[in-house]
């Protein structure tokens, strides 16, 4: 009896030396975790952006960044004192191949839904309500694909003078 428990006891040990397979195992679930763990943390995956515009009808910034993908949290301050009725400000990002000028002839017209005219809504990729002195908004948007968007301000007769680009790369 002793005997045939020893043999089995060395015959368990012998298998648990020699476990390979376990091991490897262990090995490939140590790499999987550290391989997702950077991808969740990630915090470069996220643009706060920021522009301002005033009662000189201009934006601080005519030219804006981001990531193809990123998490854009874009802010717009009116710096100025001039109520939203005469000096209103928003930020309107126009997809790629928007005709800058036709679009913004359109937003005259739709004062009721904030400079947004929504017969051409799927040319606008994102864009903040209308805003007056010293008020500010803000808009959160997924980066669209590399390339060079318009951003405008749609209120009557600002376009001309506040637009610019975002660059996405
Ligand atoms: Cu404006």
Redesign the pocket.
């Known amino acids: 009896m002793k005997k045939s428990l020893f043999f089995f006891l060395s015959l368990s040990l012998f298998f648990a030396s020699c476990g390979g397979s376990s091991e490897e195992a262990e090995q490939a679930e140590e790499t999987t975790t550290e391989e997702s763990a950077p991808a969740a943390a990630a915090p470069s995956n996220e643009a706060m952006l920021a522009i301002t ?1 005033g009662d000189d ?1 201009k934006y601080d910034l005519t030219e804006l960044k981001a990531t193809e993908g990123q998490t854009v949290k874009l802010t717009l301050t009116h710096s100025g004192k001039m109520p939203k009725e005469s000096m ?2 928003n930020w309107v990002l126009l997809a790629a191949g928007t005709d800058v000028d036709a679009f913004a002839k359109e937003a005259i017209n739709a004062k009721d839904n904030d400079y947004i005219p929504a017969a051409l809504a799927s040319s606008v990729i994102a864009h903040t309500k209308t805003i007056g002195g010293g008020e500010t908004t803000d808009v959160t948007f997924t980066a669209p694909a590399k390339g060079t968007y318009d951003f405008i ?1 749609t ?1 009557p007769g ?1 376009y001309a003078m ?1 637009r610019g680009k975002l660059i996405v790369e």
Do not use: V
Request: charged share 0%; proline share 0%.
């Open positions: 515009g009808m209103g400000h301000c209120f600002h506040m």
